[in-house]
Structures are given as C-alpha cells and as structure tokens.
T-cell receptor, first 116, second 110 residues
Framework: DAGVIQSPRHEVTEMGQEVTLRCKPISGHDYLFWYRQTMMRGLELLIY????????DSGMPEDRFSAKMPNASFSTLKIQPSEPRDSAVYFCASSLGWEGSYNEQFFGPGTRLTVL | QQQVKQSPQSLIVQKGGISIINCAYE??????FPWYQQFPGKGPALLIA?????SEKKEGRFTISFNKSAKQFSLHIMDSQPGDSATYFC?????????FGTGTSLTVIP
C-alpha cells in the first residue's frame, strides 16, 4: 500500500480564497483523522470520521472549516474563506479502528498551507 | 485543558547519551500510550507503545517506562544517535478519544 496520500503538498493562497485539501486513506482503514500542526499549538485534532461518517468535529476552529468524506477512499478539508492565521501544516491520518484502543494512526506527508 | 502534558519542549543530547522525555496524564481511563516520532517534512509515525498493565516496554534502543500510580510515562532513548534527531509526541487514548502531547524537539549532537 502507498500509505496515506495527501494533495497538494504545498498550497499558497491569498486571504479570502477557498482552499481544499485532499486525502486518500489506507485501503481498509475505517477511521480518518484531520490534524493541524503549528509551532504555537502543536498537533490539533480537527475532526475524525468512522466509516465515512463524521464522529467528532469539536476541534474544527470555525465555521469556515468543513470536512467531508463522500466515500471510503477520499476525504476533503475545505477552508472558505481562508485567513493568514490558517497557515499551518495539515495532516490526514487513518487507522484500522479502535479495537481495544490499539489504534495506530498512519499519517500522510501533510499539506503545508500558506495564506498571504 | 491539555489531556497529556509533555516535557521538555526541547532537548539537546550528545551522541551516545540518554534522551529522556516525560509525559503525564490525568484521565485514569486511558489504556493505550503510544509515542510518535516525526522527522522534518514528514508526518508522525508510531515508534513504540505500551499498555498500562506493564511497567516497561523495550524495543531496541527505545524504552517506555510507565508509572500507573503516578500517571506518568516516559520515553528513554539509549545511545542516542544524530539520526534520532526529530520531534517526539506522546499520546494517550481510550475508546474513541485520542490525545497528543505538545511534542519534544530532540537534537543529538555528533
């Protein structure tokens, strides 16, 4: 398996523009996670899905952020409109499940977002 | 509220030395404690993990020490190498809850 795939790897946009980040989880993984990483706040869980259904979106910072998972092999994280403070590295991760809490998460390479 | 508190924020160790990173938690329901390693430009990757029914787990040069009564656990890297230079995150989970620590940037000087 190629692992978790994220695109684009780098995104530079201007304030107010819409940004869409994409993720392909590892085949067979039932859980998908979106994280944001900044120097100030570290790794923050934004939202996670189980079998394509959003389970907990309490980490989504504002209504400008939305995430979807239309099928088991694809998820998007959208920011509209984007702001400079959204600049961060966004990671997608997937895991087989939560069986006995042994839930190794496999992370993608991340998308470095810069909002000017 | 930070569910998992990690220290130090950064650590510099000489090659061959021992690196020690500490984490503490409050929720006694946590039943899985992994450590993730992240190299620059990469996503975190699982390094080693422990369950609370054992006090220590060793994999090569990496050891987790777990103190259930103190609600603390730590990562020890023996014979630290420059290739170990990375950011290390502890984490704790139970059920569908998963929390990362704030990370420790480790630099091993040749």
């Amino acid at each position: 398996d190629a692992g978790v795939i994220q695109s684009p790897r780098h995104e530079v946009t201007e304030m107010g523009q819409e940004v869409t980040l994409r993720c392909k989880p590892i085949s067979g993984h039932d859980y998908l996670f979106w994280y944001r990483q900044t120097m100030m706040r570290g790794l923050e869980l934004l939202i996670y899905f189980n079998n394509n259904v959003p389970i907990d979106d309490s980490g989504m910072p504002e209504d400008r952020f939305s995430a979807k998972m239309p099928n088991a092999s694809f998820s998007t994280l959208k920011i509209q409109p984007s702001e400079p403070r959204d600049s961060a590295v966004y990671f997608c991760a997937s895991s087989l499940g939560w069986e006995g809490s042994y839930n190794e998460q496999f992370f993608g390479p991340g998308t470095r977002l810069t909002v000017l | 509220q930070q569910q998992v508190k990690q220290s130090p924020q950064s650590l510099i160790v000489q090659k061959g030395g021992i690196s020690i990173i500490n984490c503490a938690y409050e929720n006694t329901a946590f039943d899985y404690f992994p450590w993730y390693q992240q190299f620059p430009g990469k996503g975190p990757a699982l390094l080693i993990a422990i369950r609370p029914d054992v006090s220590e787990k060793k994999e090569g040069r990496f050891t987790i020490s777990f103190n259930k009564s103190a609600k603390q656990f730590s990562l020890h890297i023996m014979d630290s190498q420059p290739g170990d230079s990375a950011t290390y995150f502890c984490a704790a989970s139970t059920g569908n809850q998963f929390y990362f620590g704030t990370g420790t940037s480790l630099t091993v000087i040749p």
